[in-house]
């Protein structure tokens, strides 16, 4: 069975209009999950503690599509071996 992880993390951006975090040591991971839906909700929840600081925001990505194992390794994974 594939995995469809899911990482929701977020933090205060530089400018709200960009996706540049101010401090990425201070990035809050609030965790992976298994599915979108249960990352949505994380996702969600997060947002929605923060809604007052518009230079605060959370992001959800798609762990599964990084890494496809069906799928030739890219030649810079190959610069390993």
């Known amino acids: 069975m594939t995995q469809r992880l899911h990482l929701?993390?977020?933090?205060?951006?530089?400018?709200?209009?960009?996706?540049?975090?101010?401090?990425?040591?201070?990035?809050?991971?609030?965790?992976?999950?298994?599915?979108?839906?249960?990352?949505?909700?994380?996702?969600?929840?997060?947002?929605?503690r923060t809604v007052d600081d518009a230079h605060m925001r959370y992001f959800i990505a798609h762990i599964h599509r990084l890494r496809d194992e069906e799928t030739e390794a890219s030649p810079t994974e190959e610069l390993g071996s």
């Open 8 to 48: 929701v993390f977020g933090g205060e951006l530089v400018d709200p209009t960009k996706n540049a975090f101010k401090d990425v040591d201070k990035i809050d991971v609030v965790g992976m999950f298994p599915n979108y839906k249960s990352a949505y909700d994380a996702w969600k929840n997060a947002a929605q």
